[in-house]
């Protein structure tokens, strides 16, 4: 089953934050965060083992929680570089992704 | 290091032929995971390959084949194509299954008409 996301999607101006949400209905092992930019490939942000666990990249973070099924990505102090559409992904026996979130960051 | 490569980058193809793809991995990586790309649907999982043997598969009609070679290249066939067929088929590469970072190639653009 395909983890649900939120928002689908979200416009900033450069400078501030922005949280993106996913959630399963089924027990997770881990969870995946990847960023695609138009017309190129997804690529790896981070991943999160262990419940509660925060895991950082550059001003990105995020949390899983592996009671409520869900993680967080936050971006802080966004970048024009941050625009592009942000997958997670939940590990059971497969890797399964979420519909994305687009995110735009204006000047 | 290289990364996933998957070739052709581009396809055509008319209703009702086969196609297909190609995606070679990571040099050391053993699993390959297919998914199928389109505007509002996310990226959808198709099937994993580790180590020559299919692990797991999306819910897909059984048009949509795959396989895997001793070296971890993986290829991906789809026979009688349909228009909804018309996608950009991502393959992503890991050094196991599951809860370890996954590479993704560029992927093979798929138009049918």
């Known amino acids: 089953q395909q983890p649900v996301q939120s928002p689908q999607a979200v416009i900033l101006r450069e400078g501030e934050d922005a949280v993106i949400n996913c959630s399963s209905s089924?027990?997770?092992?881990?969870v995946h965060w990847y960023r695609q930019k138009h017309g190129e490939a997804p690529v790896f942000l981070m991943i999160l083992l262990k419940g509660g666990e925060q895991k950082g990249h550059e001003k990105i973070s995020a949390s899983f929680n592996e009671k409520k099924q869900q993680s967080s990505l936050y971006l802080t102090a966004s970048q024009l570089s941050y625009s592009g559409t942000y997958f997670c992904?939940?590990?059971?026996?497969?890797?399964?992704f979420g519909e994305g979130t687009q995110l735009t960051v204006n000047p | 290091k290289a990364g996933v490569t998957q070739t052709p980058r581009y396809l055509i193809k008319t209703r009702g032929q086969q196609v297909t793809l190609s995606c070679s991995p990571i040099?050391?990586?053993?699993?390959v995971s297919w998914y199928q790309q389109t505007p509002g649907q996310g990226l959808q999982f198709l099937f994993e390959?580790?180590?020559?043997?299919?692990?797991n598969k999306g819910n897909f009609p059984g048009r949509f084949s795959g396989r895997q070679f001793s070296n971890s290249r993986s290829e991906m066939n789809v026979s009688t194509l349909e228009l909804g067929d018309s996608a950009l088929y991502l393959c992503?590469?890991?050094?196991?299954?599951?809860?370890?970072?996954?590479?993704f190639g560029q992927g093979t653009r798929l138009t049918v008409v």
């Open positions: 089924k027990a997770l092992y881990s």
């Open positions: 390959y580790f180590s020559e043997t299919q692990r």
């Open positions: 040099s050391g990586h053993r699993s």
């Open positions: 992904g939940f590990s059971g026996s497969r890797l399964t």
């Open positions: 992503a590469s890991s050094s196991t299954q599951g809860s370890t970072e996954a590479f």
